[in-house]
């Protein structure tokens, strides 16, 4: 599926381009009722820059529905730009595909007093290919211009109009798109009058005011005066904290398909009907399915038998064209090229396990870390991938296809603890997929250090993975060269100097639930010796280290991709002749969402015990609760830098 | 892109090429061996993922000088990590169709049930042509049914109109390569020059003598066996230095009745470029460069402030775009009106502009450190890939790129610093050599007093010079608050400063140092447990990590310019404590030179005086320095971890002990 980081106005759809640099029609550069079109500086634009370095005068866009299948699109985004800074606000993307003829664009500069300077030339336009980084191909391509000034402030002003022709989206519309405050933000859906509008927020309580016009009824949001915003430290996105208007269809278009999105169930229908057909096998493949399930107990370890066969048989490759953006490759493709992309990859495993006798379903789902939910009473397309939904008799599993190395029955990080939508053949519903908890994600250490006379030590360290942080090893690690799994220990160890002595990665390629790597260090001068003393950090190799600075007026919570917990425990021996002058006193916080303990005891025999355990048990910690935050990464922080004093015996 | 076609019109038919070949093919498409076939591993690298088991190119010449290249690899997968090898792209240069792609098959071999190979074919759905941007195109398959132990095979033509120059052929790859062939055919009425780079030998280099329809040829054939993998390592410029391979550029043809030069000398293609509009051929003049100079160094007669002035100019009001290259998109006084232009641009304007204002500048083409070095016994221009200026005054010769709104004219950005420039003059033209002109230099000052408690209380002073001052000056810059900058790049390695005051100066004059005053009061620093205070008295820019992790490498370190660190503290000690050990002065460098460590350590009654030097005297450093480089930078890191330990109310000494 095509992923959409770009609004998704933006990025479906049209036809042939005839002509790019027609004349700008009077209405591509209409402004809304009331606002000065020169967009000359003003007390009031002024004010409400403050120090940023930009202020957005205008970013307004107007949709207008021609039917179900066919919309133009105008947008015009006006921008004053006060230094070097916010130079990048004159640059312009606009991403099109098949489905999108742009139809004009135009750009200008102007100055304080809202004359024109300068005007967009056609040669000052690109237009290349698109392809993520991803992806085999794609049929996606973009657009840019870049207009900039020497004399600040200056003014810089873009308007397009867009044909689209197929309308899967209708905007998804932040009338703030990053930092930058904004003086007008006016979104305008013009559909006609027997068409249902439907829409959504987040983020906000602003509703549409509504009007009739010659085209048909108007909705618009008016947005003004919104301040600047800034990022927080262990913030969420701007983007994802920004207020949303959702708007959608009911009734659909594209490339010659139809469907109605008003409710899940039908949405759903729609993908049912794309791949309708698709899950064939050649006679040779159900052979193969009957051979790799033969003498299988119980539906679950078919499951588990075929899904290690897909993983070793394909690959993920991503090819998007058109609606294919959609429509997956049929399952005898797959079969016999070994490749697809998230959606070829699920059918094909559908297709294999009903060969097997096991019902599985496509889930649509918006993958990502610390992605905002799917707006649940607003079904509408809020998707950007594809895993597989088994209900199976006792317990529900989840796949994901496109990876080779993913342990059995793991859905992943990027894809827990949300709402994804199963594709039956009665039509779409929301399921959940699993939360994990701080002990689902644990990573947890043992080792034996052994401290010498001249502050060198030998460390045999085991560190044991499960859940997301085994998917961060496993990830980095599996199938990966000698030389790679070498250097990325390196990268990762925490250390003043050492020699890697020794490793074992063989666990990362198991596709167990747990991933385990033993390491072997020679650790050159650990201890830093001054005189009779020697002085060593017992925490090895899990430091907290980025302190958040003192915030009294935190706006936003502090979230993380996931919970998890983290458990050190260290033996140090320590160097025959010295005993222990100091060491750090025990640390032990324990708030809401996570706790910390360290602690550092003494044994007999010249032993040091040193135990850390950190866990996070939630992702998303309220804003009234960023002094209880900043105050564990503090002590948390200062506990891991602490030292243990050693003085040699009195002779 | 540029290139020239010789024109010749004759019309004998060409003569299957194949049929006269000396030497068989090395591969032949689909005949694999069984051992080939059942191979799993590859012990001469147990790092492979992939093994190239044979690359071949052929180029055969049309009668009008066309020619086509061809090219055949087999690939043995060995594990999924080598998939990334199933998948090609050709890119070609579109326009007018001076270069097609055509003939592409491809093909998965994999071991069947029975031990027999099973072919799965490349199907033309899967081939895809890309518009990369109206000029280039590029076509891009993926192999189907990948597998450890699957071996890939794929085929391809490229026609190009012109004889100018054939295809680059690399014979090694990131991962070993067993048999790399590379077979042009030359016509008689051609001659190339050739380069070769990297220092692997040929295994085989030889030609042969044909006869075409077209007349005499000449068939060359160049062979390397089992090459060994090249793999990028940290701190190396680019692996394109190392690479084994070869380069053929046309240098003269025989136009029917006499020879004709194509490649210039280095002399003649300077001049060719000072004519060319999309180089040097308007620079110093033009109106709107004429009115501009006019206005910015009107009243201005020491050239060194025409130069400040101009450069200063074209620094902050034309925005650099980034796109990179060495000839210019548009018109210099176009430039000027959308203030906005590529690097060659941004540079070309600053030449055109000094030239105008009367000083003695001129462009020079560099190969940056990213894109390689430069051979310059052969005057080809693609060996370069970016344009900056020099000019001469009072016989000094300074080299500027006015790219960065935040570099000043005396310091060039480190992909610059690759060893040298071409200075490209309507007469004389010469190589120059191009070295960092600056360090990164800072000197650090902490005064502070310390309580019981461990905390501190005073003041840091810091002062950065030439790379450290557009390090940190960048870094300023996208912080975008002066107390973030403060707490995060000055006052690295104190954790929790409370400030009291900071004042940064210099952040907008890049001519002047960048210094900063810090004051801040009772943050905590040492640990103070019972008695006994431990202090590390190395609060700034502390090396806690060796930052070469590596035990080895082979190529060599490259630093890119000098660095020059001092740093001073004055401790003064809480009432009551006394020092009952600290270290003592060090003195660490390397016996080969190029990097040195010294440290003084002086307790005078209640307060402890600490300096420190770190110098890194030049920016490359061989392979065969790294163990030393590497333990030096081992001796820094355990000297900066050592404490000093205090005592209340001991009486005793200050001791200083021997380690």
Redesign the interface.
């Known amino acids: 599926m095509r992923p959409q980081t770009l609004p998704a106005f933006l990025v479906g759809t049209a036809c042939l381009l005839l002509s790019v640099f027609a004349p700008l029609s009077a209405r591509a550069q209409d402004v809304p009722e009331g606002i000065d079109p020169s967009f000359r500086i003003t007390p009031e634009s002024e004010h409400l820059r403050g120090n940023a370095s930009v202020v957005v005068r205008l970013a307004y866009v107007r949709f207008e529905v021609k039917d179900a299948g066919h919309a133009t699109e105008i947008v015009h985004r006006v921008a004053t730009v006060a230094d ?2 916010g ?1 990048h606000y ?1 640059a312009i993307v606009i991403p099109y595909d098949k489905f999108i003829h742009i139809k004009s664009f135009e750009g200008r500069i102007r100055d304080a007093g809202g004359k024109v300077v ?1 005007k967009l030339k056609k ?2 336009i ?4 698109a ?1 993520s980084g991803f992806s ?2 794609e049929d996606n391509r973009i657009k840019y211009a ?5 004399i600040y402030p200056y003014t810089v002003e873009f308007s397009y109009e867009l044909e689209r022709d197929g309308l899967l989206s209708w905007p998804i519309w932040a009338p703030q798109e990053d930092e930058a405050p904004v003086e007008h933000a006016v979104l305008e859906i013009i559909a006609p009058g027997n068409m249902k509008v439907r829409y959504s927020a987040r983020g906000t309580q602003a509703q549409p005011t509504e009007a009739g016009s010659s085209h048909g009824r108007v909705l618009r949001w008016t947005f003004s005066g919104l301040p600047e915003r800034e990022p927080e430290p262990f913030g969420p996105s701007l983007e994802e904290q920004a207020p949303v208007i959702y708007t959608g269809p009911s009734r659909f278009e594209i490339e010659g398909t139809e469907g109605d999105m008003s409710t899940w169930a039908s949405f759903g229908a729609w993908y049912a009907g794309l791949i309708k057909g698709r899950d064939q096998l050649p006679p040779e493949a159900v052979a193969k399915v009957e051979e790799v399930v033969a003498g299988a107990q119980t539906d679950l370890e078919k499951v588990e038998r075929l899904y290690r066969y897909l993983q ?2 394909t ?1 993920y ?1 991503s ?1 998007q064209l058109g609606l294919g953006g959609w429509r997956p490759y049929d399952a005898e493709y797959v079969y ?4 697809g992309d998230c959606k070829a990859l699920v059918n094909y495993m559908a297709a294999l396990l009903k060969a097997a006798g096991v019902l599985a379903y496509p889930a649509l789902i918006d993958n990502g870390y610390n992605e905002p939910d799917v707006q649940k009473e607003f079904p509408t397309n809020q998707f950007n991938h594809v895993v597989l939904f088994i209900p199976l008799e006792r317990d529900t599993l989840w796949l994901e296809c496109t990876s ?1 190395t993913m342990p059995f029955g793991r859905v992943g990080g990027s894809n827990e603890d949300r709402w994804a939508l199963a594709v039956t053949p009665e039509g779409g519903k929301l399921v959940r997929t699993p939360r994990s908890g701080p002990r689902d994600n644990m990573q947890v250490r043992r080792g034996r250090i052994v401290l010498q006379p001249d ?1 060198n030590a030998v460390a045999d360290v085991r560190t044991e993975y499960t859940g997301n942080a085994q998917d961060r090893l496993r990830i980095a690690l599996a ?6 799994r070498d ?1 990325w220990l ?2 990762e160890l ?4 050492f ?2 002595l020794s490793a074992d990665f063989s666990s990362v390629d198991a596709r167990g639930p747990s991933v385990s790597l033993p390491v072997k260090l020679k650790l ?2 650990y201890g ?6 020697i ?1 060593f950090r017992p925490d090895l190799l899990e430091h907290w280290t980025v ?1 958040p ?1 003192t915030d009294e007026k935190r706006a936003q919570p502090v979230v993380f991709a996931y919970a998890f917990a983290a458990v050190d425990t260290l033996t140090y021996e320590l160097p025959a002749g010295y005993h222990v ?3 750090p006193a025990p640390v032990k916080i324990e708030t809401p969402f996570a706790s910390y303990v360290a602690e550092v005891s003494v044994g007999d025999e010249g032993v040091l015990r040193y135990i850390r355990h950190l866990e996070v048990s939630e992702t998303t910690i309220p804003p009234e609760q960023y002094g209880a935050f900043r105050d564990l990464a ?1 002590q948390a ?2 506990a891991d ?3 243990v ?1 050693l003085v040699r015996d009195n002779r | 892109m540029k290139y020239c076609t010789p024109l010749i019109a004759c019309a004998i038919l060409l003569f299957p090429a194949h049929l006269l070949q000396a030497q068989p093919d090395p591969i032949r498409w689909g005949k694999v061996t069984e051992a080939e076939l059942n191979m799993d591993s590859f012990p001469a690298d ?4 992939a093994v190239i088991r044979a690359d071949y190119g052929t180029v055969a010449f049309e009668h009008d000088w066309s020619y086509r290249f061809i090219r055949h690899r087999r690939i043995k997968i060995l ?3 080598g ?1 990334d090898w199933g ?1 090609f792209s050709i890119a070609y240069y579109a326009v007018d169709d001076f270069q097609r792609v055509s003939h592409i098959r491809g093909q998965t071999i994999t071991r069947g049930e029975n031990g027999k190979p099973e072919f ?1 074919k490349l ?1 033309r759905s ?1 081939i ?1 042509d ?5 000029e280039y195109k590029r076509v ?3 192999l ?4 450890p132990g699957a071996i890939v095979e794929y085929m391809y033509t490229v026609t190009t109109e012109s004889p100018a120059f054939l295809p680059r052929w690399e014979f090694q790859a990131s991962e070993p390569t067993l048999w790399s062939e590379f077979r042009p055919e030359i016509p008689g009425t051609l001659a190339y020059v050739r380069a070769t780079r990297g220092t692997l030998p040929f295994d085989i280099s030889e030609k042969t003598p044909l006869t075409r329809p077209y007349g005499p040829s000449t068939q060359y054939r160049f062979v390397m066996k089992d090459v060994p993998a090249l ?1 990028d390592e940290p701190y190396m410029t680019t692996p394109e230095d190392y690479r084994a391979q070869i380069e053929f550029q046309l240098g003269a043809y025989h136009d029917g009745q006499q020879a004709r030069k194509f490649l210039p000398t280095w002399d003649e293609l300077a001049e060719r470029l000072m004519q060319d509009d999309l180089f040097g051929g308007r620079l110093g003049r033009g109106k709107a460069v004429h009115q501009h100079v006019q206005t910015l160094t009107a009243g201005l007669d020491d050239p060194r402030e025409k130069l400040a002035a101009i450069y200063d100019f074209v620094r ?4 650099c ?1 980034g796109e990179p290259g060495v000839y210019l998109d ?1 018109e210099l006084s176009d430039v000027l ?4 232009g590529s690097e060659p641009e941004v540079n070309l304007l600053l030449v055109s502009m000094l030239r105008e204002a009367g000083l003695n500048a001129n462009p020079v083409l560099i190969s940056t450190r990213s894109h390689g070095s430069v051979i310059d016994v052969y005057p080809i221009l693609s060996q370069f890939n970016a344009v900056i200026g020099a000019v001469r005054i009072g016989g000094e010769t300074i080299f500027l790129d006015a790219t960065d ?1 935040l570099r000043p004219y005396t310091l060039l950005p480190t992909d610059d610093l690759n060893g040298k420039g071409w200075v490209v003059r309507e007469e004389g033209a010469a190589w120059s050599p191009i070295s960092a002109a600056g360090r990164l230099r800072r000197q650090s000052l902490l005064l502070v007093r310390l309580d019981s408690l461990g905390r501190l209380s005073g003041n840091v002073q810091t002062s950065d010079f030439e790379y450290a001052a557009l390090d940190r000056r960048s870094a300023l ?1 996208e912080k ?1 608050d002066e107390e ?1 900058f403060v ?1 995060d790049v000055i006052l690295n390695g104190l ?2 400063i409370q400030l009291d005051s900071l004042h940064i100066e210099g952040a907008d004059d890049i001519y002047a140092p960048l210094k900063s005053t810090v004051t801040f009061s009772e943050s ?1 620093y040492a ?1 103070a ?2 008695d ?1 205070i ?1 202090l590390n008295p190395v609060a700034l820019d502390r090396m ?3 930052p070469l ?3 080895e490498r082979t190529f060599p370190v490259d630093f890119a310019y000098p660095r020059d660190l001092t740093y001073s503290a004055r401790f003064e000690l809480p009432a009551g404590y006394s020092v009952v ?3 003592h002065g060090a003195r660490i460098s390397m016996s080969s030179g190029g990097a040195m460590y010294e440290r003084s350590v002086d307790v005078q009654g209640h307060a402890i005086n600490v300096s420190t030097r770190f110098v890194i005297g030049k920016a490359v450093f061989t392979a065969g320095q790294y163990p030393e480089l590497r333990k030096f ?2 001796a820094v ?2 000297a900066e ?5 205090l005592k209340r109310g001991s009486g005793e000494q200050a ?1 200083s ?3």
């Open positions: 070097a800074n130079r004159g300068r040669r000052d690109r237009d290349v290919s392809i085999l191909y870049e207009l900039v000034h020497d070793s048989t690959r490759v090819i016999r090229q070994g490749y080779q502050g199938e990966r060269t000698d030389k790679d250097e390196r990268s925490d250390l003043p100097s020699e890697l050159g001068k830093s010796r001054t005189g009779d003393r002085f302190v600075p002058e100091a060491a503090t922080s200062r830098n602490a030292q004093v | 147990t790092n492979a993922a594990s999924q990590a998939y998948t799965h199907e899967s895809f890309e518009d990369i941007d109206g891009r398959f993926t189907p049914a990948l597998e793999r902050t009001s034309i925005h775009t548009h009106r959308s203030k906005s709104p810059n975008g973030k707490q954790a929790d905590p640990l447990a019972g006994l431990y806690a990590e060796n992790r590596l035990p050990e600290s270290p930078f081992d890191v355990a971890a050592q404490q000093v330990v001791t002990t021997v380690q």
